[in-house]
């Protein structure tokens, strides 16, 4: 078991870190937040708050944040990168941008400690129920080092290539899912015009090759219910769609369809960053798209 410092405690940080508690690893958790550093404390006898030791005896760090500017805040601007030992294993689970994952985990290993991108897929659901499929970007020794860690969150694991490669990988997929949520969406809104019942639709979609993880686990669920409660929002949606878009335009491939779902984010973004990212299928009419 290990000693684990865990920081970033939101929608996924706060399942993730309660099932590797359960799984027997010592936690020090930490958060801009501090109800959420207590309210995690008080779940486990194997979490605490992060005092300066903890941070000295760490053998992995586990980070859970919004972007790789809160990546490199919590990690480097915070002065955490002295104190922690050498050899230590810095393993960022956020979905972060994949140039600057490359250029910090450079920075870490000069500072004597070890570097993974390990970000996630499978949503605050998959997260409470530890099947979260993990890509990996990072040497092969440190991927083996921290594999019984990342059972404990995922179903899969796939070690995609060195550092940053893990980040590129989830960013590259988000945008699917980016653009399969709009598809999925406007195509239920324009059935429901022609008179097709919308729960009737999507069991057409789920029988047929419009489906989908949206079709299949978002669309009755969180779109058709109205709960738009995926734990998931358009502000972060839009980030890694931006992130791919991005890395794909840098290696000089197009991304034709990419760039116009990324166009329909960004619009979203611009005054809906908050709201689940499933309310697409509210907001499809209110958003203007350049
Ligand atoms: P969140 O906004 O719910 O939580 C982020 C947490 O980080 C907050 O508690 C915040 O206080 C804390 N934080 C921010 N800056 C910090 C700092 N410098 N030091 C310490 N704590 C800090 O985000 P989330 O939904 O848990 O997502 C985390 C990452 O995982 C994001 O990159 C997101 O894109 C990705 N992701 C989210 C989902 C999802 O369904 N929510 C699914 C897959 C991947």
């Known amino acids: 078991m290990s000693r684990i ?5 939101g929608n ?3 399942p993730m870190a309660r099932r590797l508690a359960d799984a027997g690893h010592e936690l020090a958790v930490q958060d801009l937040d501090p109800d959420r550093v207590a309210a995690l404390a008080s779940a486990s006898p194997r979490i605490r708050a992060a005092a300066p030791e903890d941070r000295a005896r760490a053998e992995v760090v586990v980070t859970m944040l919004p972007t790789s500017d809160s990546v490199e805040a919590a990690l ?10 050498r050899g230590t294993l810095v393993v960022d689970m956020s979905s972060a941008e994949p140039v600057r994952s490359r250029a910090l985990a450079d920075r870490l290993g000069a500072a004597g400690l070890r570097a993974l991108d390990a970000p996630v897929s499978g949503g605050v659901r998959g997260a409470e129920a530890g099947t979260l499929a993990i890509m990996v970007g990072g040497e092969d020794a440190d991927v083996d080092a921290v594999a019984p860690m990342l059972r404990e969150l995922g179903g899969t694991i796939a070690h995609v290539g060195g550092h940053g490669a893990g980040h590129a990988a989830k960013a590259l997929n988000n945008l699917v899912s980016a653009a399969s949520v709009v598809a999925t969406a406007e195509a239920i809104r324009a059935a429901r015009s022609f008179g097709i019942a919308s729960q009737r639709f999507v069991e057409v979609l789920n029988a047929s090759s ?12 969180f779109m058709l219910s109205g709960t738009f409660d995926s734990g998931f929002p358009v502000g972060l949606m839009n980030k890694d769609v931006a992130i791919a878009v991005g890395l794909a335009d840098a290696q000089g491939d197009p991304v034709v369809l990419g760039a116009h779902v990324a166009k329909i984010w960004a619009a979203t973004a611009e005054r809906f960053a908050d709201a689940d990212h499933t309310r697409m299928y509210e907001l499809l009419d209110r958003i203007a798209v350049g």
């Open 5 to 9: 410092l865990f920081i970033g405690l």
């Open 12 to 14: 996924m940080g706060a």
């Open 76 to 85: 480097e601007a915070s002065g955490l990168v002295g104190e922690l030992a």
């Open 210 to 221: 419009g489906r989908s993880v949206t079709s299949e686990q978002k669309a009755e669920r």
